[in-house]
């Protein structure tokens, strides 16, 4: 199975601040990857597929980039709903995996 | 706006089968615009994708767990279910059902159930 790292673990910011969250697949996954967020107690809410393409209804502040190995998951200019745990997704190989997920709090 | 909604029993004995089951409102299971899956999220292993079925009824099941798995359809309810035999304590997780599009990418999710083992 293709593991995803993501870096980092945990994240402290403050409203306002632009964050990126990495995400390192151990082969090339091409454009195959997904990025979700989950908030406590809820499922996950999917934010970006194919790596950049911004899901409808999400804020253009979340942007997603990367081919290959590493992808980055960007928030411009942290709003507080954004504070939550942050995931990604292969979807090249199977079995689809999931990286281990970033927290992100204030 | 398609919704999906878990239920099954919050408890099963070790050695049971789980079984669960997705019912899907705002779409027809058949319509062909989703794949239905089941995801599972433990404290231990976070996201793990445990497998799929597509309209046609065909399946894709996690290799780790092909084995204990059977993916089902009844179209007469529009639901979707799981059923997981022979579990164990590591079995313990969320249970998500969720809609997938395009490569498989979890566009909608139920709001998951907590399925404990033990006895």
């Known amino acids: 199975d293709i593991q995803l790292t993501q870096s980092p673990s945990f994240l402290s910011a403050s409203v306002g601040d632009r964050v990126t969250i990495t995400c390192r697949a151990t082969?090339?996954?091409?454009?195959?990857l997904a990025w979700y967020q989950q908030k406590p107690g809820k499922a996950p809410k999917l934010l970006i597929y194919?790596?950049?393409t911004l899901q409808s209804g999400v804020p253009s502040r979340f942007s997603g980039s990367g081919s290959g190995t590493e992808f980055t998951l960007t928030i411009s200019s942290l709003q507080p709903e954004d504070f939550a745990t942050y995931h990604c997704?292969?979807?090249?190989?199977?079995?689809?995996?999931f990286g281990g997920g970033t927290k992100l709090e204030i | 706006q398609v919704q999906l909604q878990e239920s099954g029993p919050g408890l099963v004995k070790p050695s049971q089968t789980l079984s669960l089951t997705c019912t899907v409102s705002g779409d027809s299971i058949s319509s062909g615009r989703f794949y239905w899956s089941w995801i599972r999220q433990s404290a231990g292993k976070g996201l793990e994708w445990i497998g799929r079925i597509y309209t046609s009824g065909s399946t894709d099941y996690n290799p780790s767990l092909k084995s204990r798995l059977t993916i089902s359809l009844d179209r007469s309810k529009n639901e979707f279910s799981l059923k997981m035999k022979s579990v164990t304590a590591a079995d313990t997780a969320v249970y998500y059902c969720?809609?997938?599009?395009?490569?498989?990418?979890?566009?909608?999710w139920g709001q998951g159930t907590l399925v404990t083992v033990s006895s």
């Open positions: 194919a790596a950049s």
């Open positions: 997704q292969q979807l090249d190989s199977f079995p689809p995996t």
């Open positions: 969720a809609g997938e599009i395009g490569k498989g990418y979890e566009k909608y």
């Open positions: 082969q090339d996954i091409h454009s195959y």
